[in-house]
């Protein structure tokens, strides 16, 4: 199967499947003439056969010509006619719009988000953007410049228009607030990698003006989860699973088993979430959709890995990489790949964790996916820490950092405040323990991530036990039990 995976692309060609047919159609041929299935053929009987062949044959080949022939006046005539023409350029203004969309929306490393979520995010932002090229009584120069300043990666104009466009819908009253919701949506979507303030504020109109739309209920969900509140993300999550239901949209619902496998997981109900990501990959199973079946596998993965299962969660991750690799799903393998590395550092096989997330970082960097490189990176740091090779160690996890910083990802940073806290300590550099770990708690404790707040605590408390300060060691252990 998985060699004949290599080859079906190859299928769609028209050639290649004619000729796959005929060759099918002349094997079987053979086959029943060995097996005098198909009785040989008198000279008298054999040359009707031929005749008759040679007969038909000449009146496709007759047909063949003709279709050519039409075909190539269609196209010329195409090439001269207005409305041809206008239908044409649309369509690769259509093309070239797609594509700038990716340009601006396709920056996996501004977003902190699962496989399949980022895929949903990138759509969203491939619709406004094809959207706002066409957005009614704007002045062309206008949204040109909005197009432009996008594919540099400024959203302010594109937003700018929206709102406006928002405004005015907004105005217009009750019969016009499906249109506003879908401006809205788009506002939302542009505003998701740089905004989350915004986003959710967009977000939360468009729900409010179009409450029967999957879309901007699950989009707000993201934002919520993203900001850490969990029970109005369940919310919102239980409504578009509601919405799929009445709906009949069996798409819908997968992807919202898997949202709310994020929101359980989160929580640490691990039971719970294994049980709405298993929901999730039967709908994708039966839909055939090989992407979202290879993401939640990873996440599959992660539940299994947290639980300390390892052959559970190796079996996953290879599950995924299984499909993801023959189809090239490259934004899926980085993580597998670096989710695998932690496999094989918690078994002790440092050699196959470090081949692991080499391969990671080789992907992600061929991508410029930055939040993959960072996580290889801080995963090559644990490796080379592991091996109490402490100079490799802090040159990975600073490189982690410097990525981290730069995307301002706090929790991430956060994480490689302590790991730079650890590679200090063990060399005796308390000073600069300290501050590592103080730096790591400062973040923890502003965003709530009580998991950090824990480790920071105990980094403090090794650090303050090492100089001999044991009342304020007690302080800082207690602080983590509790």
């Known amino acids: ?13 028209p050639l290649v499947l004619v000729g796959f047919v005929l060759f099918i159609v002349f094997v079987l041929h053979r086959v029943l003439l060995t097996a005098q299935i198909i009785p040989p053929l008198t000279p008298r009987t054999g040359g009707k056969v031929v005749q008759l062949l040679l007969r038909y044959l000449f009146f496709i080949a007759l047909v063949v010509i003709v279709l050519g022939f039409a075909l190539v006046f269609y196209q010329t005539q195409g090439e001269h006619d207005p409305i041809f023409q206008k239908g044409e350029v649309e369509k690769r203004r259509l093309d070239g719009l797609t594509e700038m969309a990716k340009g601006y929306c396709q920056h996996p490393e501004k977003l902190e988000i699962d496989d399949m979520t980022r895929r949903d995010v990138i759509r969203a932002c491939s619709q406004a953007v094809v959207a706002l090229a066409n957005v009614p009584g704007v002045a062309q120069p206008t949204k040109e410049d909005a197009l432009v300043r996008l594919e540099h990666g400024d959203a302010q104009g594109a937003k700018a228009i929206f709102q406006e466009v928002l405004q005015q819908k907004t105005l217009e009253g009750k019969a016009a607030n499906k249109e506003a919701a879908e401006v809205a949506r788009h506002l939302g979507a542009l505003a998701f990698y740089d905004n989350t303030t ?8 468009a729900v409010e003006m179009d409450p029967d739309n999957p879309e901007g209920w699950n989009q707000r969900g993201q934002l919520l989860l993203r900001v850490g509140q969990l029970d ?9 699973e509601a919405i799929a239901e009445s709906q009949g949209v069996r798409e819908w619902k997968a992807a919202v088993y898997n949202n709310l496998g994020n929101v359980y997981e989160t929580r640490g109900d691990l039971v719970q979430a294994e049980v709405m990501y298993k929901k999730a990959l039967e709908i994708f199973e039966a839909l055939g959709l090989k992407e979202n079946m290879a993401s939640i596998y990873g996440n599959l993965g992660l539940v299994f890995n947290t639980r300390g ?3 559970q969660a190796e079996t996953m991750y290879k599950k995924a990489l299984a499909i993801a690799e023959p189809l090239g799903f490259k934004e899926v393998m980085p993580n597998m ?11 002790g096989d440092l ?18 996916h930055k939040e993959a490189m960072a996580n290889a990176y801080g995963n090559l740091g ?14 990975m996890f600073k490189d982690a950092l410097v990525i981290h910083e730069a995307l301002g990802f706090k929790e991430a940073m956060a994480k490689g405040y302590l790991n730079l806290g650890i590679v200090y300590a063990t060399r005796g550099d308390l000073a600069q323990a300290e501050t590592m770990c103080k730096k790591a708690l400062a973040i923890a404790e502003a965003l709530g991530f009580k998991k950090d707040m824990v480790s920071a605590y105990g980094g403090l408390g090794n650090v303050y036990r090492s100089r001999g300060d044991l009342e304020l060691a007690e302080t800082m252990y207690k602080k983590a039990l509790a």
Not at 198 to 205: G, V
Not at 232 to 240: K, M, W
Not at 337 to 347: A, C, Q, S
């Open 337 to 347: 790949y670096g989710n695998l590395g932690l496999v094989y550092k918690t078994r």
């Open 232 to 240: 109005d993300a369940e919310v919102a999550y239980r409504t578009v």
């Open 198 to 205: 915004e986003a959710l504020a967009a977000y939360r109109q």
């Open 351 to 368: 050699v196959q964790a470090e081949t692991m997330f080499k391969k990671a970082l080789k992907i992600a960097e061929t991508l410029g």
């Open 1 to 13: 199967m998985a060699g004949f995976s290599l080859v079906a692309p190859y299928l769609t060609n």
């Open 382 to 395: 644990l490796v080379f820490k592991t091996r109490g090779d402490l100079v490799q160690a802090e040159a």
């Open 309 to 311: 299962d390892l052959v």
